[in-house]
């Protein structure tokens, strides 16, 4: 909505592609047809053929998210610092058993994340344990595993990497009769209106995904229209803390 805003405003019209891992047919098609001005990707790979393929043709674009290439124009939440900052926050409160559950590894997103947890120990010189982090959770399934395996190592806290793993960490807590924060804490890198709602509300990580959109847009238009850019802009983030950490 951000995009679409920024966009109607400048007098732009928006094309929406939905592209599959590794697929390029779709935006070839448009681009070849001199359909478009510029390309913004909404999701990043550590391995995008994407942006391998942006990169060879003479149309602006950018990544929401980041990008190994250091000429890739990048917007983006400041996920590192975010999660670092909210590691850490738990470890100073003096929890040290921190689990970590994840998503999709060949994602940029999940990347940066790890990347803010692993860093908040090291500021405090400890290590995480690593036989709590269960990463490449794409599926209801292994997140309730990884939960339930949790739970049986006796660690204080669940850091769940985005808010629908934490919605299905909540679902097989209820089941099994697990209590937040009582038997342990819970934690989302990503906020949502559930997760502000729910019983117990959970602390988390609040990002501006309409200001990001909006941000992109006119960094890109500023590129169309010849004007200055910035390589990389990185926007704000709030720390939530709820009663799930009490």
């Not at 928006?14 to 047919?25: F, N």
């Not at 960490?169 to 937040?180: D, G, Y």
């Amino acid at each position: 909505m951000g995009i679409c805003n920024a966009a109607q405003e400048k007098g732009y019209h928006i094309i929406l592609l939905s592209l599959r891992v590794g697929e390029l047919q779709p935006l070839k098609s448009v681009l070849t047809q001199g359909k478009t001005d510029g390309v913004i990707l909404m999701r990043t790979w550590v391995t995008d053929v994407t942006i391998e393929y942006l990169s060879a043709q003479s149309i602006p674009f950018i990544v929401l998210g980041n990008s190994q290439d250091s000429t890739v124009q990048c917007v983006d939440h400041d996920t590192v610092r975010a999660c670092k900052e909210m590691t850490s926050y738990l470890i100073g409160r003096g929890i040290n058993r921190i689990a970590l559950i994840g998503g999709n590894i060949e994602h940029t997103v999940t990347q940066k994340r790890l990347a803010g947890f692993r860093d908040s120990f090291t500021l405090f010189g400890k290590k995480p344990i690593e036989k709590l982090i269960y990463l490449n959770c794409n599926i209801k399934e292994t997140v309730y595993n990884a939960a339930e395996k949790v739970i049986n190592s006796n660690a204080e806290c669940i850091v769940c990497m985005d808010d629908k793993i934490c919605c299905q960490v909540l679902e097989k807590f209820q089941a099994i009769q697990v209590s937040v924060p009582k038997d342990i804490k819970l934690v989302s890198f990503y906020d949502s209106y559930f997760l502000e709602h729910c019983k117990p509300a959970v602390t988390s990580l609040r990002f501006d995904e309409a200001n990001l959109g909006i941000i992109a847009c006119e960094e890109l238009i500023g590129r169309i229209e010849q004007r200055t850019y910035s390589t990389r802009v990185y926007t704000g983030y709030k720390v939530m803390l709820r009663a799930s950490t009490r």
